[in-house]
């Protein structure tokens, strides 16, 4: 066995683990939503994902979430609020509110219809 | 314009803010205020305190309770108000210049300080301000004033109006737009003759249609009605379908042109194969080096123009640690395009042998691959076309009286309290309640309900349904997205975008699936690397492309949406309302059916059934001394029976002398005779010998119908006998239920016999009899022992526990209303065959969202393995990434198709009625 050999083999299992560490493993840090006349309002731009993905909100609070489609990828069409059993159409370039109060603390999971798209909403 | 789906959940009573309309929890409600008795819940204290400053305290105001949810019951100024109705009027302002939010309270300020304005708030967010006022001191025009005063400005909507005859002189273009600048509201006037279409921007609210077309017409011209309204959802959302398989259409030829010569000039080695070799017999080596470049460079605008989604899609994935198809279909093409470029300038650095340049990969996979999406746009749309339908069936145009007049006025401009003109075999514009006039009505597009249906003065009629033979004027009491159509097309998109329990399984999977492709990949490179034949790079680096690109997310990740839509759709046809998809999948798993019995399996009103008279008198002499005695009686028994002998044509008379005697009957005299009505009790009270009619009194009961004693000058006459007849399609449908395999049980508060009586006729063996309505709930609740999934079919109202108790409710409507809370499924039509349906399109849905599921399983986990190669050592098969390209387009396509054959599912329960007659 050459070096060449050695070295493709450990690259490819250097590239697996960094797969299941970049899309499985990785987590990140929420958005702070800030409150605007009572409102925890964010905007959250679609486009080959929900960005911010991730967003920290208080509990009892009523939160608005402005989704706004910069996409003609049909994935993408449609945000699902399965746990409060809300969803939302979201035409290309029109914002789009969802609207709720968390009542409990725990975490409201969002994603498009297929689920190749995720977002999570935190409350705390 | 805010197009939000939402559905509230149907265990949390929410309510509304009415300032800001927000719809929250009132138990964590930031401020609530009470005036006149009734309790305001508010988002936030900022929403409290406008509403204070809206309407202090101390003001006398005798309309709070009515004012008060105008803001939010009125949304639009489409949505229709009268000024006859309301003495207060709402608008919806579009404001320009809000560049911050706290520029919201400054025109709140104003507005609120131009008097007769009673409340004013502005969402920021939308750039609308909501206004209150009253009619008789301010108008629009002043609070318009107030805003420029302010500095900002009021947006106005638009109208698209064809004029005819064309326009043929650049002048009348300047006429016509004079003219329409003058009516007041009318803010800008564009007419374009290229169209034939004038662009009136106006305030809304303060111009309506034939004020337009009034000022058009002074000029020669004359108005067409407008054309669509840009919100038209269901327009906007095909001709974004249709875009959009235009543009991937576009894209697929540029790749196809593209990639058949790269394809045909890649393989020196296959001589019938190589296009070079129909002109010369052998091709000198350069000239393949020198075809492998230009295809390489010609290879690079089809990644970057028809491919170009891919990659957008799978960095802006990527960013967000996420993988989907567009990873996969990057990765795959961009992996051959990059070996094939290194292996035709830097042979040297491969293993002798495995510099092969393979672009064709890149090219024909883009082709098929963006072939594939462009016919998945195509089906898809065809998919939600049961909602396009839906929305198409609304009326365009509605004549209505106004001032006395009869004008026709496009639909979105009817007011509530407005008098529409209906002639035969128009369309209904709006919903509301008939004033004047008869006729039959063709409901079946709303309630699948296929025979007309009478209608007299005092009857609903709904929205978008035919009107048939008679003339009638009805008033409007809801309009624009309060309808019946309205909300039935808002609760089938709600349903379409929810989520059946099935596709959370796949949620997760699908999570996990394109990273584990791509580990996959990643194993099989190295696999063949390591243990392949020679050339072990170039079998490592196909088979790992054709790993990428065989994998497909998309037909796994699409199944049971697609069918959801499909199934949803096909219900929605046929009256039959599905709240969404877990209501869907429970309603396919049921084996228990619990009808209500008063109401659902009968009409829920008791009528005549059967007059007996004693001997010595006749049967119709009987009926009318009983009928005419019982008229001044409000009893629905006595009603039943007035009913009964008018409709056999019996001319009733005044009693004189009537006296009610409660839990008795009645006594009065009918043309100078004496004449009881009533019970046993009644006849025991005046001790009349009743033995001549007591086997048919007997008889009677025992059929489950109530008997009635009449007595004519003292002595007994006969019996008349009410009972709650059953529905002409109860018997059909309970008997297609049980051959669906269903259990049916009725439950009723009736006592025991007639509640057998009843099941009897209709064919149910198990009756839970005498169930107090509050008990009603228990009982379902048992029937769920043993895990069994058990429906509930009940009125909605009086059976709502029992409906949220059991696995699915389905609410009887009667025509507008809608949307039931505590209903998991809504038959529009009042017919138990609805329940047969929506059982039916359910397991038809159910099942082939399976069928999709599973194909998309197999087809991934055989697939993905022959790419790999594992056939390779025993049959030495090794799969083309052009054929992977191929399958995996073809697999997306045949997920959608499959969804799309439901819209030709046929039940059941509907093709009996027809064979039947």
Redesign the interface.
């Known amino acids: 066995m050459n070096t060449s050999v050695i070295l493709v083999n450990v690259l490819g299992a250097a590239l697996i683990a960094w797969i299941v560490w970049y899309f499985w493993l990785y987590r990140k840090e929420g958005v702070q939503v800030a409150e605007v006349a009572g409102v925890q309002e964010v905007p959250i731009t679609v486009k080959g994902g929900y960005d911010p993905d991730v967003i920290v909100v208080k509990q009892g609070k009523p939160v608005r979430l402005l989704f706004n489609r910069q996409e003609s990828s049909m994935c993408s069409e449609m945000v699902v609020f399965d746990k409060i059993d809300k969803s939302a159409k979201l035409p290309e370039g029109e914002t789009v509110a969802i609207e709720f109060t968390p009542a409990e603390a725990g975490e409201i999971p969002f994603q498009c219809q297929m689920g190749m798209l995720r977002g999570k909403v935190v409350v705390r | 314009m805010?197009?939000?789906?939402?559905?509230d959940?149907k265990t949390?009573a929410t309510v509304l803010d009415p300032v800001c309309g927000?719809?929250?929890?009132p138990?964590?409600a930031?401020a609530t205020r009470v005036r006149g008795g009734v309790t305001y819940y508010f988002?936030?204290?900022?929403?409290a305190e406008q509403f204070d400053g809206a309407q202090p305290e101390g003001a006398p105001s005798k309309k709070d309770s009515q004012r008060q949810p105008a803001p939010v019951l009125v949304q639009s100024a489409t949505t229709g108000y009268n000024p006859a109705l309301r003495d207060s009027v709402y608008v919806e302002l579009s404001l320009i210049g809000l560049s911050c939010?706290s520029c919201s309270t400054t025109v709140e300020r104003v507005l609120l300080a131009v008097p007769g304005v009673s409340a004013a708030h502005v969402n920021y967010?939308l750039g609308k301000a909501h206004v209150t006022y009253d009619p008789t001191q301010t108008d629009v025009g002043a609070m318009i004033e107030a805003i420029k005063r302010a500095g900002y400005n009021v947006g106005a909507d638009e109208m698209h109006i064809r004029i005819t005859p064309s326009l043929h002189c650049a002048s009348c273009v300047g006429f016509i737009e004079d003219a329409l600048r003058q009516v007041a509201g009318v803010t800008e006037a564009t007419v374009n003759p290229g169209t034939d279409t004038v662009q009136v921007r106006y305030v809304v609210g303060q111009v309506d249609f034939p004020a337009i077309k009034q000022a058009i017409e002074s000029t020669g011209y004359q108005a067409a009605r407008p054309l669509a309204q840009k919100d038209e959802?269901a327009d906007?959302?095909s001709a974004?379908h249709e875009?959009?398989y235009k543009?991937l259409m576009r894209k697929f030829w540029f790749a196809a042109i593209i990639g058949v010569p790269v394809m045909l000039v890649a393989y020196p080695e296959l001589p019938w194969f190589y296009l070079p070799n129909l002109f010369m017999p052998t091709v000198p080596e350069s000239l393949v080096w020198w075809l492998f470049v230009l295809s390489g460079v010609a290879t690079l605008p089809v990644m970057f123009y028809s491919g170009r989604?891919f990659f957008?899609?799978?960095?802006?994935?990527f960013?967000?640690?996420?993988?989907?198809?567009?990873t996969l279909i990057a990765l795959g093409t961009s992996a051959a395009w990059i070996y094939s470029t290194v292996a035709i300038f830097f042979p040297a650095l491969f293993p002798e042998g495995t510099a092969t340049p393979f672009y064709d990969v890149t090219a024909v996979v883009t082709a098929l691959v963006v072939l594939g999406q462009a016919l998945?746009?195509r089906a898809?749309g065809q998919t939600s076309q049961a909602i396009r339908k839906l929305m198409g069936l609304q009326a365009k145009t509605a004549r209505v009286l106004r001032a006395g007049q009869e004008v026709e006025i496009p639909v979105e401009e009817v007011l509530v309290g407005d008098v529409v003109l209906v002639r035969p075999g128009d369309k209904i514009p709006v919903d509301g309640e008939i004033i004047e006039g008869r006729s039959a009505v063709d409901e079946s597009m709303v309630t699948g309900e296929s025979l007309p249906v009478d209608k007299a003065p005092g009857d609903a009629v709904i929205g978008a349904t035919v009107n048939t033979t008679g003339a009638f004027k009805f008033q409007a009491t809801k309009v624009g997205k309060d309808t019946a159509l309205a909300q039935i097309v808002k609760l089938v998109?709600?349903a379409m975008?929810?989520?059946a329990p099935i596709?959370?399984l796949?949620?997760v999977v699908?999570?996990?699936f394109?990273?584990t492709v791509?580990?996959i990949a990643?194993?099989t490179?190295?696999a063949w690397?390591?243990f392949g034949p020679s050339p072990a790079l170039a079998y490592a680096v196909v088979t790992a492309v054709t790993v990428l690109i065989i994998a497909c997310?998309?037909a796994v990740?699409?199944a049971v949406?697609l069918s959801l839509v499909a199934g949803v759709g096909k219900g929605a046809e046929h009256g039959v309302l599905i709240r969404?998809g877990e209501a869907l999948q429970t309603a396919s798993q049921l084996k228990v059916i619990v009808l209500d019995k008063t109401g659902t399996i009968t009409k829920g009103k008791p009528e005549l059934t059967d007059t007996v008279p004693a001997p010595g008198i006749d049967a119709a002499t009987l009926l009318r001394l009983a009928g005419s005695a019982d008229r001044p009686s409000e009893h629905p028994l006595a009603q039943a029976i007035v009913d009964g002998a008018r409709s056999s044509g019996l001319e009733l008379v005044e009693p004189s002398d009537f006296e009610a005697v409660p839990g008795h009957g009645v006594e009065t005299i009918v043309e100078g005779r004496q004449v009881w009505v009533g019970n046993r009790k009644l006849m025991q009270r005046h001790k009349i010998d009743v033995s001549a009619i007591e086997g048919d009194v007997e008889r009677l009961q025992g059929e489950g119908k109530t008997a009635m004693y009449v007595a004519i000058d003292g002595k007994a006459a006969g019996v008349v006998a009410v009972a709650d007849t059953i529905k002409e399609d109860s018997v059909e449908a309970i008997r297609v239920m049980q051959g669906m395999g269903l259990e049916v049980v009725m439950l009723t508060g009736d006592n025991e016999r007639t509640a057998q009586a009843i099941a009897r006729q209709v064919g149910i063996d198990r009756v839970l009899a005498e169930v107090l309505p509050e008990d009603k709930a228990q009982e379902v609740h048992m029937l769920k022992q043993g895990g069994r999934k058990v429906g509930m079919v009940g009125d909605g109202i009086n059976d709502a526990p029992a409906l949220v108790e059991a696995n699915v409710g389905f609410a009887i409507g009667t025509g507008t209303d809608v949307a039931i809370e505590a209903a998991d499924i809504t038959l529009m039509s009042g017919s138990l065959k609805g329940v047969a349906y929506a059982i039916e399109v359910s397991r038809a849905t159910m099942g082939n969202a399976r069928q999709g599921l599973f194909g998309a399983f197999i087809y991934n986990s055989i697939g993905v393995p022959i790419a790999a190669g594992v056939l390779f050592p025993f049959f030495g098969l090794l799969l083309s990434p052009l054929i992977a390209g191929a399958a995996m387009a073809a697999s997306s396509i045949t997920v959608v198709t499959n969804a799309n054959r439901l819209r030709f599912f046929k039940a059941r329960s509907f093709a009996q009625t027809t064979g039947n007659g």
């Open positions: 805010n197009r939000t789906m939402e559905r959940t949390a927000m719809e929250i929890d138990a964590s930031a988002c936030s204290q900022q929403c939010s967010t959802p906007d959302e974004a875009r959009e543009h989604q957008t899609g799978a960095w802006a994935a960013k967000h640690h996420a993988a989907d198809m567009n998945e746009v898809k998109q709600d975008g929810s989520k596709a959370r796949v949620d699908s999570g996990y394109v990273p791509m580990i990643i194993l490179f190295l690397f390591n997310p998309c990740g699409m949406p969404n």
